[in-house]
């Protein structure tokens, strides 16, 4: 069952605070902060658990010690650089400051730099269209290694749309809702929610076959048969064995987690059907194209896989908004 709470944001604390309980996160440009929401998200604001809008971005982000903070993120910038705007709405501590600042900056991937990706690219003309009209986009990443592990074992052969929407189910189900100024915000489910939940709830949210798995890998988070500490200090090929021995999880949804849990993006799985198919329109006239030479195209950009996937995912996004006729003002030019 979702929990819920109303909080008020502080005027002040006795908590250790940045001045006026807003800190700014510096972040390499290029960045179009509402880029990812416009186009990858399509522009909807459904919980997943962040809220995306084309002004702001927000969840309840976990710390350590189980704190549940509130956290409200703008985009800024001066004439000299570009910043996050991160305004945690209700007393912290200097740790989980420090907590709060990294766990932001791996989410929007601040300090990733674009630049050699675009300076490659500009020697693809094909690509380059394509990465010209998505300019400032960085991919956007769950908070945890649970998060990420549990989101993509939903999106196993679904539609991202049909994904989206069972990962909003199970967050206002099972997760945390707290009402700050009128504005809800939402935390993932934890392990433990996951691991007492039934199967008629699992399956209320469009999760099908897949709600053993996640009840599953949920228990085994909780009496730490799979630790997620321990997972960050292997290599991705020992990473891939041992989620691989978990009937359901294979080779693609290993390497999902990789990527968005561990925030290793050279680890994207190339063989993805939606990659496949962007690489087709871009250079094949939407021709049927073998995985050879997907992997031939990824070879290219070895050392960027991350980023490129991202962009070709982007390019399938753009498409779709092209058909609707919804391409916004924020979509920049190079």
Excluded at 271 to 295: G, M, N
Aim: proline share 4%; net charge neutral; glycine share 4%.
């Amino acid at each position: 069952m979702l929990l819920t709470k109303s909080v008020h944001s502080p005027a002040s604390s006795d908590a250790s605070f940045s001045e006026d309980g807003v800190f700014k996160i510096f972040v390499r440009p290029p960045f179009n902060f509402v880029l990812y929401y416009n186009v990858m998200l399509q522009g909807q604001s459904l919980p997943l658990p962040y809220i995306f809008s084309e002004t702001s971005w927000r969840r309840i982000i976990i710390t350590g010690s189980g704190n549940h903070i509130p956290t409200y993120v703008v985009s800024s910038k001066d004439e000299h650089s570009l910043y996050l705007i991160v305004k945690p709405l209700c007393d912290y501590t200097t740790d989980e400051e420090r907590e709060l600042k990294e766990s932001i900056r791996q989410v929007f991937c601040s300090e990733l730099d674009l630049t050699p990706f675009y300076r490659k690219v500009s020697k693809d003309a094909n690509f380059f269209k394509v990465v010209n009209e998505l300019f400032g986009l960085k991919p956007t990443l769950s908070q945890d290694p649970f998060e990420a592990l549990i989101k993509a074992v939903i999106r196993q052969l679904v539609h991202a749309d049909a994904a989206r929407h069972s990962i909003s189910m199970l967050i206002h189900r099972f997760g945390t809702k707290d009402v700050v100024d009128g504005e809800d915000y939402y935390s993932f489910p934890s392990s433990e929610a996951l691991s007492k939940a039934t199967k008629n709830d699992l399956l209320k949210c469009k999760v099908g076959y897949k709600w053993k798995l996640i009840k599953k890998l949920s228990k085994y988070v909780v009496s730490n048969d799979l630790d997620m500490r321990e997972l960050q200090s292997l290599s991705n090929e020992e990473i891939v064995e041992i989620l691989m021995e978990n009937k359901g999880i294979g080779y693609w949804t290993s390497r999902i987690f990789l990527y968005d849990g561990l925030k290793r993006l050279d680890a994207y799985p190339v063989r993805d059907i939606s990659l496949k198919k962007a690489i087709s329109s871009i250079y094949y006239h939407d021709e049927p194209i073998s995985w050879e030479e997907v992997e031939s195209f990824f070879k290219r950009y070895e050392g960027y896989i991350g980023i490129a996937a991202c962009y070709l995912f982007g390019s399938l996004w753009l498409q779709k908004l092209n058909q609707k006729g919804r391409i916004k003002e924020s979509v920049q030019k190079l």
